[in-house]
């Protein structure tokens, strides 16, 4: 079955140190997004990407860098210069605006900065 | 102004009611989907409808495409329903999904 996997679902790291989340499809879409969100407040774009090798930024991109070298994989790294890293992080994925577009939601991952 | 509107942002029901959370957005859209999020959980796809009803189980989504309306309804409604359920729909360009703020459902024995 075709469908969207953000690994881990809790992960934990100590300030100051870069961690990557991942985020793989098997659907042959050609976006992934990366979305942030905090507690009691709506989802905002990380970043986006729509062909493999290029990507970009969304309204909070500050601190964050992805990758885009396969069309399947869109990792998210959370810098160090990050300044608030502790968030729920969502990862979605879309084939691109046609007649009909489809879409699939990855779980998400519990970043804990501690 | 949001580009997709929620309401109601809260939502307390007895067991057994039948639940109603709307949908509401301005922009040109394909597709809306339904996403439930439990406390401290993740994210689970409920529904994605580009035209009329669909139904799962106890859920049932509906949308209007003319009046860019759409509903989620919950029938003999369970405490294991309590969550927050969040209405998105992809932008025409693919550069993002606008999101609802959510509805946050309590729904109590």
């Known amino acids: 079955d075709g469908g969207i996997t953000q690994s881990p679902k809790y992960l934990f790291r100590k300030e100051g140190q870069n961690v990557t989340l991942s985020c793989e499809q098997n659907?042959?879409?050609?976006?992934m997004y990366w979305y942030r969100q905090d507690p009691g407040q709506g989802l905002r774009l990380i970043y986006y990407?729509?062909?493999?090798?290029?990507?970009q930024k969304g309204d909070i991109a500050e601190g964050y860098s992805v990758s885009r070298e396969k069309k399947e994989s869109f990792p998210l790294t959370v810098t160090s210069a990050q300044k608030n890293p502790t968030a729920f992080y969502l990862c979605?994925?879309?084939?691109?605006?046609?007649?009909?577009?489809?879409?699939?939601f990855g779980q998400g991952t519990r970043l804990t900065v501690v | 102004k949001n580009e997709v509107e929620q309401s109601p942002q809260n939502l307390t029901a007895q067991e057994g009611e039948f639940i109603t959370i709307n949908c509401s957005y301005s922009?040109?859209?394909?597709?809306l989907h339904w996403l439930q999020q439990h406390p401290g959980g993740g994210i689970v796809s409920l529904f994605m409808?580009?035209?009329g009803k669909k139904k799962h189980g106890r859920l049932i989504a509906t949308i209007n495409i003319q009046e860019k309306h759409s509903s989620l309804h919950i029938t003999a409604s369970h405490p294991r329903d309590s969550a927050v359920y969040i209405c998105?729909?992809?932008?025409?360009?693919?550069?993002?999904?606008?999101f609802g703020t959510g509805t946050s459902l309590t729904v109590i024995p």
């Open positions: 979605a994925s879309s084939n691109l605006p046609g007649a009909y577009t489809e879409a699939f």
């Open positions: 659907l042959n879409h050609d976006a």
């Open positions: 990407s729509q062909i493999v090798n290029d990507f």
């Open positions: 922009v040109g859209i394909s597709a």
């Open positions: 409808l580009s035209s």
């Open positions: 998105a729909a992809p932008s025409n360009t693919g550069n993002q999904f606008y």
